[in-house]
């Protein structure tokens, strides 16, 4: 199994504790003035995807290697693709607005 870091690897992951949103919604259900409302749930804890890899993915798949792709040469890789499963008339696997959207910080 090998698994890809895409540039940059200093994108912070919108991840949450499990507990945090748990107390979230606890909290936004004993108030009445939260009927109708939205939130935001953020955690303070931030993790890079490079620590995400290093600490976590690892462990889960350790026999997987982790290597860096250069983004530039995937986006090149997805145009290409988009345009040659265009010729054929079939709808491609990537867009390159799906790719540059998995890469913008939240």
């Not at 507990?19 to 409302?37: F, H, P, Q």
């Not at 982790?66 to 867009?95: H, S």
Request: glycine share 2%; charged share 20%; proline share 7%.
């Amino acid at each position: 199994l090998n698994q890809q870091i895409l540039q940059p690897q200093y994108i912070v992951l919108p991840l949450v504790y499990i507990d945090n949103i748990a107390d979230a919604v606890r909290a936004s259900l004993t108030k009445e003035s939260s009927v109708g409302s939205i939130y935001n749930v953020i955690d303070p804890y931030q993790i890079t995807k490079k620590l995400y890899n290093a600490q976590l993915m690892k462990k889960v798949f350790p026999r997987a290697w982790f290597f860096d792709f250069p983004y530039a040469l995937l986006y090149m890789i997805v145009c290409f693709q988009e345009l040659l499963l265009k010729l054929i008339g079939r709808p491609p696997f990537l867009t390159r607005y799906r790719l540059e959207s998995s890469q913008k910080t939240i």
